[in-house]
């Protein structure tokens, strides 16, 4: 029996996985891929395939279509890197293997990887291929799989015994896969049982949280299902709560109603909404005031959320509102499930990907220390990449700063161009974070194309929102340095920490020639109030509400020189003059702030009604540009009854679209020939 048969054995009785990795070429990973699943006799129909194109007689699965095998069970999967290493893709396929199983790294060889001209930079905003990246990102993955010792290297022929043969299995009846939730389930259904209940249930990924509460719902009495609504992110991350309760109650009368967060929070406004019990299933992936909004509108209210893994929620955003909750009518319950489902508590798969992708740590907890000095330093990623409790430390402010961090930000932070980081450091312990990207497009065709709207490409956020949803051509000549993220700990936050890095940011963006600092943010008046506090202006708001974030995304800007701020004032009076007219969704909390800070008197950009007129008609560009210009238009031509109708339909916030779209257009081009 060979070293590999042994090894897949071992895994088998203790249902442990493994992580094995194959350096090759090119040319033989076919060959030798074919080999190793041989040696490992496994069949190829017992597993998947991430990559681009079919080996050993496999169908691939693209990156972006991993996510559709999340909830199936594979004996095996092979990440092929020659077609992309995305830690997304990792990440999500690496919990669908049951023990047992193997999670296979086809990968040039380790001195060689760094150096490959992996495809992922594409969708990274290298748009130029003969610009070489450094390669941080996989030079980073290639240390810490060097130095594993969970790690089954193929090439050094280490196959390292896997855990104890003695690994007991969990015991369980059916219906419940494991005590845990069994004992989560009893408790579900007692605090239902009550006039009102507020609870909390977390776990790692793949211990059944979401089943367990499907069982729930099947087995209690407390409600009518037609009572019950669950809220999650995406639909995706409640289907095993909605599977479960199939199990038990596959023929049942009524059924519980999902939504997503802005789905929810324009439901619950109507009153009388009758919902007894609420769910909110991944709770840490949704924005913590839309959960401040939503988690007081029934008496009885589950969260749920996942501590560590693949969804990019990040931890600390969630679990701080959560541990924080107080729900107006029961003290707040927190259960949490320990014992892995489909694979032993001995597994090393889920601790490796857990460090590798750093998803497993946690900002530590740490007092109020006045007195100490904080250094601010600007760190690159080969710095951050040989100092490896920096970086933890970085990444572990940056997730719990933000509600979709996810494991392929942490290859944008290393590898992506323009990245900058800056930390506030206290007595050697990292406190802040910013984290931002120098944008501009100045390329005379690629600018052409962003204006009239036929090219979206990766990066530069900043410049294509001015180019194509404000048409602004001029911004091609202006350099934006945009941050991405600002992250304090808890116990520095208000002593202007945060304050002290956008300070540094500001003088190093001067002296370099930078035009402008901007940001862009889900809409909330919180945060909006912190960058008004340091300078910034709003520049934008867009017209979408995010599904999730329940809000629309806003852009601010603070000028660094004399010519960004006179275009800076320009297009802040183009937005004065459409605020009115587009129809933002926005709560009334939200919208007094903003009208609070518009300016007073007569700020119409009359100047620009041309041209703004003669885009429109022209291209793409969308109709909300162009509303009270129209408007003003409107107030001099004499047109035909079925003209004045298409114009009144643009004009009073109807989204034209299709065939009426293109009336508008050619009407508005026709009204300019005529003129």
Known sequence: MSPLQKLRQQLQVTRTRQLIWLETSIDQRDRQLQRLLSELELERSQGVLV?????????????????????????????????????????????SIAGGGVLILLTPDAECWPDYADPEYQH????????????NFIRWVVNQLSLDKRVVRVSTGSYPRVGPIS?????????YASPDQRRTVAELLACWSRPASAQVVTADRGRGKSTSIGLALALQTSFQLQQVAI???????????????????????????????AQLLASLSKSGSGYKLLIIDEAAGIPTPVLQQIS??????????????YEGHGRGFGIRFLTQLEHPLACVRHR????????????????????????????????????????????????????PQVLQQVFALLTAAH??????????????????VWIARKQHRVIGVLWTVTEQLNEPELVAAVYQGTRRPAGNLLPQSFLYHEAWPEVSRFQFERVIRVAVEDPSRRRGVASRLLEQLEILSRTQGRDLIGTSFACYPDVAQFWNAQGYQVARLGEQVDRVAAAPAIIMLKALNSDAEFWLERQYCQFNDRFGQVGYSLDSFTEEWIQSRLMSGDCSPGDRDNLLLKHFAASHAPLSLIRPALARLNRLLVKSSGDLALIDSALSGESLKGPRLAQLRELISGLYLEL
């Open 167 to 175: 690994a007991k299995p969990v015991s369980a009846v059916w219906p």
């Open 51 to 95: 990559g681009s194109e079919a080996l050993c007689g496999i169908t691939p699965a693209k990156t972006g279509e991993v996510v559709r095998l999340l909830g199936t069970t594979q004996s095996f999967a092979v990440i092929d890197a020659f077609s992309g290493f995305n830690p997304n893709a990792v990440a999500q396929i690496g919990g």
């Open 336 to 387: 949490q499930l320990t014992t892995p489902i489909r694979w032993s508590m001995d597994d090393s798969l889920e601790p490796l990907l857990n460090d590798l992708f750093l998803m497993g740590i946690d900002v530590p907890e740490s007092q109020r220390d006045s007195d100490a000095t904080i250094d601010i330093q600007q760190i690159t990623p080969s710095e951050m990449i040989v100092s």
């Open 296 to 309: 007081g509108g029934c008496p009885h209210l589950l969260l749920s959320t996942t501590l560590h893994g």
């Open 403 to 420: 509600y979709r961090t996810s494991p392929s930000d942490l290859r944008v932070l290393l590898d992506a161009p323009g990245q900058s």
């Open 231 to 261: 809220c999650a992110p995406q639909k995706s991350a409640a289907a095993e709560i909605f599977n479960a309760l199939e199990i038990l109650k596959p023929e049942r009368i009524s059924t519980p109603t999902f939504f997503l967060p």
């Open 124 to 135: 990274l905003g290298y748009r130029d291929q003969s610009i070489r990246p450094e390669g």
